[in-house]
């Protein structure tokens, strides 16, 4: 297996940025517990970068787990920007909602229970784009989502580099296979210009023309 980062660097980094935000704290806690995979404190606070600089007004999030992500965009959001959460789980949806509102951010959010591409499909202009559901289903909401873009819009998605897999020529499993095709399909595409930042499991980076 390909280490992305160096774990020295990777801790390194990490002792930058210590969360004193109790909401981040608790969710990371929770994250531990759960088994559910966050973005974690790096990657969040490259999310929460990009949206201070892009100042949308509607963020879209694929795959909200129950809301550590959303909520570091929900931080970074001006007061008339939203953040749309998507994921199967009512739970998780319900817990995203407690904390924002405990935060006074829920003003800033939707929450919607169900398939992400589903609810995804109802919004236009669509000003920021986050991809974190299951891999295998990448290249699905790229497509699905291409035409609900805004212009220059971004389009960030997690795990590009899936564990170093993506390099290794012997994984053919299907996740493996359509990240590879989704990093393939956002760098050759004549409307975005793309990167993938090599931070925890790779984040792609994309600005749609
Ligand atoms: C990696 S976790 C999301 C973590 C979250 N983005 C964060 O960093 O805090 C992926 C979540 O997406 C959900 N999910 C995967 N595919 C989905 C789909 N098609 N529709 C709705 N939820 C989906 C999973 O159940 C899981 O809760």
Redesign the pocket.
Known sequence: MITITDPRIESYLLGMAPDEDPHLVAMEEKALETG????GPLVGRLLYLLTRLKQPALIV?L???F???GYWFARALSLRGKVVM????ED?MAYARQVLSESGLVERAEFRVG???QAGREYENIDLLFI???KY?YVDAIEAMLPRLAKNALVVA?NALWHGRVAEEGETDRETETVRRFNEYMFSHEEFFTTIVPLRDGVLVAYKF
């Open positions: 559910l995979p966050i973005v999030e795959g909200s787990g809301g550590y992500s998507t994921d199967y789980s998780n398939d992400a591409l974190d559901i299951d289903q997690d």
